[in-house]
């Protein structure tokens, strides 16, 4: 907008060669508004009572791999839901085949230790060696 402050005879009218950035601003602003309301959308988990732990967190790889033990004995890869004999048909498919992949493994705090003994031991035998127990991290220890 271009405000003229003389009123010359002799003077043309002159273009402003400026950006109008208001209509910038106000997409940029939507677009804020709409990724503020999708992000916590996207990040939905399956509710597990983990156990704390004391240990330093170690840093995560770009797309972990989670095997989830529900409070039930039913295991989910990821959020989908999976039956013991079809683990490794389920865990080839999200690590493409790569054994040498780490698996998270997430327990409810309700179950025993034998019952997640046993799910390791069906990793093992699908040829998942590699193994993270995951927890929740106390804040209160130092």
């Not at 405000?3 to 060669?17: G, K, P, W, Y």
């Not at 865990?91 to 003994?117: C, K, M, P, Q, W």
């Amino acid at each position: 907008m271009a405000i003229r402050l003389s009123q010359d005879a002799d003077e043309d009218l002159v273009e402003t060669h400026e950006i109008n950035v208001t209509p910038f601003i106000d997409v940029m602003l939507v677009l804020l508004i709409i990724f503020m309301i999708a992000a916590p959308l996207s990040t939905v988990d399956l509710p597990v009572d983990l156990p704390s732990s004391a240990a330093k967190p170690q840093q995560r790889p770009d797309k972990p791999v989670f095997l989830t033990l529900k409070a039930d004995l039913s295991l989910s890869v990821g959020e989908t839901g999976v039956t013991r004999e079809a683990l490794g048909a389920a865990l080839d498919a999200a690590t493409s085949g790569n054994h040498e992949e780490r698996i998270f493994l997430r327990a409810d705090r309700a179950v025993s230790y034998g019952d997640v003994v046993d799910v390791m031991n069906s990793l093992r035998t699908n040829g998942y060696l590699k193994v993270a127990l995951v927890g929740m991290e106390n804040r209160d220890t130092k």
